[in-house]
């Protein structure tokens, strides 16, 4: 049992390059979530979804795109990566609204 | 505005140094209040959840509690390994949750 799984766990782009974070979970939750973590600032809500194929934006979600056609797998996607966009990014999941269970981040770096 | 913080930022104890990390809210219609550790390089780990005014719930060396502005983190005679950083976050809504910016705990042997 897994848990919550992220892949990369780090990475480095370019301003303007693309790439896709992905999360996956094994616990069969419904809801699942990325969020962004910036020095003194509390993990900021990105994008969610309530379940397969659904997502919803959250509080920071200009710049990021995501997906969620497997329950199981929730994509991250940057069209077009900025300086802005450097840090570290967690997904989480949960059976419903309540408590999250979050992956180990991907630290990404845009240069 | 709906509000989470916590205090103090960061907290050097000595072994056996018993403290309390602060969590004051400002959310209308409380649905919980969540806390979490988080070690340097990883993810956030669920430690409790409180729902109520006057709840409180334990687990080895900590003990939470909530009050209708507050929530507490007490923290008895805490070991190195306790050393983390501890979030808090309140839900808004059914699936935005605010997270505080977290206490810098640090327990030196």
């Known amino acids: 049992n897994a848990g919550v799984t992220q892949t990369p766990k780090f990475r480095v782009l370019k301003t303007g390059q693309s790439m896709t974070l992905l999360c996956a979970q094994d616990m069969n939750h419904e809801y699942m979530y990325w969020y962004r973590q910036d020095p003194g600032m509390g993990l900021r809500l990105i994008h969610y979804?309530?379940?397969?194929?659904?997502?919803a934006k959250g509080e920071v979600p200009d710049g990021y795109n995501v997906s969620r056609l497997k329950k199981q797998n929730f994509l991250l996607g940057l069209e077009s990566a900025a300086p802005s966009q450097t840090s570290v990014y967690f997904c989480?999941?949960?059976?419903?609204?309540?408590?999250?269970?979050f992956g180990p981040g991907t630290r990404l770096t845009v240069l | 505005e709906d509000q989470v913080t916590q205090s103090p930022e960061a907290l050097r104890l000595q072994e056996g140094e018993s403290s309390s990390l602060n969590c004051s809210y400002t959310?209308?219609?409380?649905?919980?209040l969540f806390w979490y550790r988080q070690d340097p390089g990883k993810g956030p780990e669920f430690l409790f959840t409180l729902y109520s005014a006057g709840e409180e719930k334990e687990k080895e060396r900590l003990k939470a509690t909530l009050t209708k502005k507050e929530s507490f983190l007490h923290i008895t005679a805490p070991k190195p390994e306790d050393s983390a950083t501890y979030l808090c976050?309140?839900?808004?809504?059914?699936?935005?949750?605010?997270f505080g910016t977290g206490t810098r705990l640090k327990v030196l042997a």
């Open positions: 989480a999941s949960s059976f419903g609204p309540d408590t999250q269970y």
């Open positions: 976050a309140v839900p808004l809504g059914t699936y935005k949750y605010i």
């Open positions: 959310v209308s219609g409380l649905r919980g």
């Open positions: 979804s309530v379940g397969e194929g659904t997502t």
